[in-house]
């Protein structure tokens, strides 16, 4: 096997003789996601879309012709079949298909086999999801080699305790210096157009009156400047604007004072009510963000900050 490209392998098979069968073996071990409370085994259909025409007309040997899956899937002589034994540190619940393919199940509390029915061809990824008890539970595990040196794998769901419901605020930073013009500007300009049409159209409040959500634009080069002088809802009127203004924004304000600009960001933040501020700020081609509670520790944040600008 010869690893091509990071996390591309090609597995390369000698000459066979007429009407033999060919195993081929790979081991590899991958951490399962969780899907809510199940765990998700996928194998995918394929790994990456309209590679497999490229590879095919990659010409390896001239003897003999090359005959791609989908030919030998038309043909009814070949097909793919997965069978998925499971061994898992909890009782089993549940087993089922996450991707509608017909399965059979043999199972005990914690083991179980699962075979999917043969098809002519993958044309989807194949899903299944196995609910456990304590599927949140950290868990360990721990192999020894033949030389006697052990390896572990710790895997464990961290728990937050957020609240049911806290205002937010998006600032967008925009980095406008003469540096930014050309292609690294459109592409800013891009993705804030981008995070604008996906923006929630709210005039919401909560208990106290406020805004459950408010967003503003912050231009920066020499000097900085603000689309809104307050953050305000994202009405449909208020997003045309910010629309338009993203449109004819320009790399026309000089050098990168991005220190003295996220300094009057910050302080121009109510520092009396508890909200999530969200920022997402351009700077020299990146763009970053920054997601942060306004508490007591927001002067402690904004140290932290500084001291890393």
């Known amino acids: 096997m010869d690893e091509d490209a990071p996390d591309v392998f090609t597995v390369s098979v000698g000459n066979l003789p ?12 991958t951490e399962l996601t969780l899907d809510g409370d199940e765990i998700a085994f996928i194998v995918p259909a394929t790994l990456a879309p309209g590679q497999d025409k490229i590879v095919l007309a990659q010409n390896t040997q001239s003897i003999t012709r090359t005959v791609g899956s989908s030919s030998v899937a038309s043909s009814g002589s070949g097909g793919v079949s997965v069978l998925v034994s499971l061994s ?25 086999t699962v075979e999917m029915e043969k098809t002519p061809q993958l044309f989807k990824n194949f899903v299944l999801l196995i609910g456990i008890e304590e599927c949140r539970a950290p868990r360990m595990w721990v192999e020894v080699n033949e030389q ?3 390896a572990s794998m710790l895997a464990f769901l961290p728990q937050f305790q957020l609240q049911d419901k806290v205002n937010n605020e998006h600032i967008f930073v925009v980095d406008r210096s003469s540096s930014m013009k050309g292609a690294s500007l459109n592409d800013v300009k891009r993705v804030l157009l981008l995070l604008l049409s996906n923006m929630p159209r709210t005039e919401a409040q909560d208990d106290r009156g406020e805004p459950d959500l408010v967003f503003n634009i912050v231009s920066y080069g020499d000097t900085s400047s603000r689309l809104f002088v307050k953050s305000i809802v994202p009405n449909e009127a208020n997003l ?6 993203v449109l004819g924004l320009q790399a026309d304000m ?8 996220m300094k009057s960001t910050f302080l121009a933040l109510p520092q009396t009510t508890e909200k999530q501020v969200n920022l997402f700020v351009s700077y020299n081609h990146c763009i970053f963000i920054f997601i942060y509670f306004i508490l007591l520790y927001c002067i402690v944040f904004y140290s932290f900050l500084i001291s890393i600008l």
Not at 18 to 29: L, W
């Open 148 to 150: 006697g040196h052990h």
């Open 88 to 112: 898992m540190p909890y009782k089993i619940v549940s087993l089922r298909s996450g991707s509608d393919h017909p399965i059979r199940i043999k199972r005990t509390e914690t083991r179980a």
């Open 240 to 245: 045309t604007l910010a629309w338009h203004h």
């Open 18 to 29: 007429p009407h033999c069968d060919a195993i081929i073996k790979i081991i590899y071990v």
């Open 254 to 261: 000089g050098g990168t004072d991005l220190h003295s600009t």
